[in-house]
């Protein structure tokens, strides 16, 4: 009896404290996850090198000069972070800094109030608005207003090559469609894969189909889509897309198994530097990535790069790019008046300091910030650097990443779709009415 | 064992004369298990059937949406290609997990010494996180970096995960790696169970071992086998993580069974309302088919097996 009788209090008590653990573990959650205490901020990084070690220091550098003013980092896989940040924002738990790709997104956010409005605070400090390429700011403008620091790096997807491979078969690199479809027959002869894709993230599906789309309808094809416009999707342009998408799913361009391929384990790009496949569509982010994973694939000057082919008879400037114009940084209006103090004063001395231009550059990537031409010339991969940038300086057009610039609903619609289109269980038609139903969305 | 446990043990068993007296005191045990309850089940399950009627994009304002959700996921054929695949894989998984789990089962439950290192075995599985497992499968099927190229098996090296057939029936096979060692546990727990004297009777009458499985075995496994199936079939409505990570649903939508496809709803789409019709829909399911499978139990099920022998 007196056995029971304890543990029938311990119950009870259990039952009396329960409540008050469950209190205090949800006021933990409150305080938002990773945060720093004190003085400091929080922010979510996408995980991977080099540029995990090039945040990881600015961040450590700009703690040791402010004390009082640490960062705590947290760092995700790409996809992943992407769901968790929304999630995250939703649930008023978001780390003080908001790490993203700007466009439709950040509209979302804006639109919800969920980050802050830093159009003043720029106007305030216009040596920092006038560090970055004027273009950066576009996707991180939500009607008129400023609500992101544009950082990092311009990335335009290039088309990638093995020069070995394509020394092997005596071939060159594509110049129009047509020439694609040869090389395809051409490597698949040889045993050797033309396209490199990592299918299973889609997105990477889809940078085929916006600069398809970009090269055969131009550039009003896809702005009429983002504004929203009726039928925008069902533009001839569209259908096309997807038939030359299709045609070359058929003629088995793309590496077998790409559908179960993801980027986030850069399996792709290993295919590329192994020579399994003789080219790659894929961001210029990746170039740094194949020069620390490569072995000396890079280093001997294997890797080819060049601009997407054009389109007999299309309509699109050749010189248009695709791809990212900057990666942008926002505050969440949900953190402490000291967090977000401490977030401006990072993204102001902190985040595009000249270590971290230099840290990017070596790494294969070009800043967004001006005057940087000298710095990219004397770098050892002055080749590829003066490529993307020539590509981001000289487009008449710079489009967007597509699943950023349209809302996250339009775009998680436009994902699935593009990877039905890949599997060809729905035509190109079905894709353009599917994606119409969209807009608006 | 010490004067005082002895002394504690008889003060108990004599305290179980005072019966009433201790039956009033036990709703009072039941209090933190229905405050976790309300708390973790009750109020999300409301919460969710408010949202299957809101407009939430998961991070604005929670607006009003009547029916439109509901009408939304209802005609979308997305909808029925989940709920087919839901089922699919949940029969199929019952129709491959079942026989096996039951035959490891009778035969863990032995008592040579080589069974239990084969059990050991067997559970491994069981002791790996799902996402580990789809992690490690799919680094094997990879069809150029995989185990078959690794082997140097190329017939071995199919597309696995991007061929939608080969995707559904690779899903299901590695469910069922993964799940039949607990099955198999439940199994093992059953055979147990059955008092030996029955075996000793039918050997006494000449039954030889297909005949005790068939007679003996297997009809007092009953009650395990719904236990186990209704595990197996309710547990199938909640797979996500395995193959979430091995294949998001895809290629295409052929993998995306109705929890992924809540999930997709919800946290990619920023589609709460219509992610939340879809949860309503799986709570519903899972209810009828737990309610059908206690059913084909009988009434008798609470009682005990060994009653009546």
């Known amino acids: 009896m007196r056995q029971f009788q304890s543990s029938r209090r311990s119950f009870l008590a259990l039952a009396a404290v329960t409540p008050f653990a469950v209190m205090a573990t949800s006021a933990c959650g409150t305080s938002g996850p990773g945060s720093a205490g004190g003085g400091g901020a929080s922010m979510w990084f996408l995980s991977g090198e080099p540029n995990q070690t090039t945040i990881q220091k600015a961040v450590d550098a700009f703690g040791s000069s402010n004390p009082d003013n640490k960062i705590a980092v947290t760092y995700f896989q790409n996809d992943a972070f992407k769901t968790k940040i929304k999630t995250a924002i939703g649930a008023g738990q978001a780390p003080t800094i908001v790490y993203g790709w700007g466009g439709g997104t950040l509209k979302t956010y804006a639109e919800a109030k969920q980050v802050e409005d830093l159009t003043t605070w720029f106007d305030a400090n216009p040596d920092l608005k006038n560090k970055f390429f004027p273009a950066s700011f576009g996707a991180a403008t939500v009607n008129g207003k400023i609500y992101a620091l544009p950082n990092q790096y311009v990335a335009p997807i290039v088309l990638f090559y093995n020069k070995e491979v394509f020394a092997k078969a005596g071939a060159q690199p594509p110049k129009t469609w047509d020439d694609v479809m040869s090389l395809v027959k051409t490597f698949n002869d040889m045993g050797v894969a033309p396209f490199s894709l990592g299918g299973q993230s889609r997105w990477t599906s889809m940078m085929w189909l916006e600069y398809l789309l970009d090269r055969i309808g131009g550039a009003e094809v896809f702005n009429a889509i983002f504004a929203g416009k009726p039928n925008a999707w069902m533009d001839p342009a569209v259908i096309e897309t997807g038939t030359k998408i299709q045609e070359l799913v058929s003629a088995g361009g793309f590496i077998k198994g790409f559908s179960s391929i993801t980027a986030d384990s850069k399996a792709d790009q290993a295919l590329l530097f192994t020579g399994k496949a003789a080219m790659m569509l894929q961001g210029s982010w990746t170039y740094g990535a194949m020069k620390k994973d490569g072995q000396n694939f890079v280093q001997d000057g294997k890797l080819g790069f060049a601009t997407f082919p054009t389109i007999p008879g299309g309509k699109g400037d050749p010189k248009n790019g695709v791809g990212n114009p900057a990666q942008y940084m926002s505050i969440s209006a949900k953190a402490s008046d000291s967090e977000k103090e401490t977030a401006k004063k990072f993204f102001k001395d902190g985040i595009m300091t000249d270590t971290v231009i230099d840290a990017y550059i070596n790494s294969g990537s070009v800043p967004i910030v001006n005057g940087i031409e000298d710095k990219l010339s004397t770098s050892p991969d002055k080749d590829f650097l003066n490529f993307v940038y020539d590509l981001a300086k000289n487009a008449p057009n710079f489009q967007q990443s597509w699943d950023q610039a349209l809302s996250p609903t339009a775009a998680e619609a436009l994902l699935n779709n593009i990877d039905q289109l890949f599997l060809k269980s729905i035509t190109p038609q079905q894709f353009a009415e599917n994606m119409n139903a969209t807009l608006g969305k | ?309």
């Open chain 2, 1 to 309: 064992m010490s004067s005082s446990t002895t002394h504690r043990a008889a003060n108990v068993s004599r305290s179980s004369e005072r019966r009433p007296a201790q039956k009033s005191a036990l709703p009072w045990l039941t209090l933190p298990a229905l405050f976790f309850f309300l708390v973790f089940a009750v109020v999300p399950l409301v919460g969710v059937l408010v949202l299957s009627f809101a407009d939430w994009d998961g991070i604005g304002a929670i607006g009003a949406a009547g029916m439109e959700n509901w009408a939304s996921v209802l005609t979308d054929p997305g909808l029925y290609n989940a709920l087919g695949l839901t089922f699919m894989i949940m029969i199929v998984s019952w129709l491959v997990q079942t026989p096996i789990s039951l035959l490891l089962g009778v035969f863990t439950a032995g008592s040579q010494r080589y069974r239990a290192a084969l059990a050991v075995l067997y559970f491994l599985p069981l002791l790996l996180s799902s996402a580990a497992v789809a992690i490690a499968y799919k680094a094997l099927l990879d069809p150029n970096f995989g185990l078959a190229m690794g082997l140097g098996l190329p017939f071995l090296a199919q597309d696995w995960l991007g061929v939608p057939q080969l995707a559904l029936g690779l899903v299901i096979f590695v469910i069922a790696w993964q799940f039949v060692p607990f099955h198999t546990l439940i199994y093992q727990g059953g055979v147990r169970q059955i008092p030996k004297s029955l075996y000793e009777a039918a050997q006494i009458d000449g039954a030889g071992t297909i005949k005790q499985f068939f007679h003996i075995t297997l009809p007092q496994l009953k009650y395990t086998i719904i236990t186990s199936s209704t595990l197996m079939v309710v547990g199938s409505l909640t797979y996500f993580d395995l193959i979430f990570v091995l294949t998001g649903g895809g290629p295409g939508n052929s993998t995306r069974i109705l929890a992924l496809d809540m999930y997709l709803r919800g946290f990619r789409a920023n589609l709460m309302g219509p992610a939340s019709v879809i949860a309503v829909i799986l709570v519903v399911i899972g209810l009828a088919l737990a309610l059908f499978l206690q059913r084909l139990g009988g009434k008798d099920k609470q009682g005990s097996q060994l009653e009546g022998l």
